[in-house]
């Protein structure tokens, strides 16, 4: 006998199911906060790398392996939650609740090769930009709250204050559908 799906057999019992994102950023040279955001594969919503914990790793842990694989970034990630938001996720045969808990990520490097590269498109935007074009006004208020506090500059500067190289001619910009120059 098969074990059921962990995810759809949570969605019976009433409770949103969770997933974990990163909210990758990088200061501009005038010290304010950018933000990378994505498409999602399916839908090219506009969204930040997020996705299901990964058993025995810390939340902060599982949205870090989250953000390289979906989005190529590595950097300092911050292991305090921002904030959660709620999302409907579309799943086989239904839309689930799902509740995310967001966690800062200051990019240190963006690499040219990462495992979906091929299936999203991506750019940097200011925090304000960014928290326009998402759908969730929950992770939009996350954005503006974080980008207006003087917690990315404290993570940043953990990081030696060194600023990410752009790999524009490695990714698409959202909306573009071509390599940017």
Sequence with gaps: MTK?????????DGRPLGQVAALPFRLNADGAVEVLVMTSRETQRVIIPKG???????DWKSAEIEARQEAGVVGDMGRKRLGQYLYWKRLETHFA???????????RRQ??????????????????????LVDEPELGAIILDYAQSRAPHLLARSNGGRRVAS????????GQGQAAP
């Design 4 to 12: 059921p799906n962990r995810n759809k057999r949570r969605v019976t």
């Design 52 to 58: 299901w914990p990964i058993r025995n790793r810390k």
């Design 97 to 107: 609740l799902v509740k995310v808990g967001v966690y800062p990520l200051a990019v």
């Design 111 to 132: 690499l040219a090769d990462w495992p979906e590269r091929h299936e999203r498109a991506q750019i940097w935007l200011s925090a304000e930009d960014a928290a326009l």
């Design 167 to 174: 790999t524009a001619s490695s990714r698409e910009e959202i």
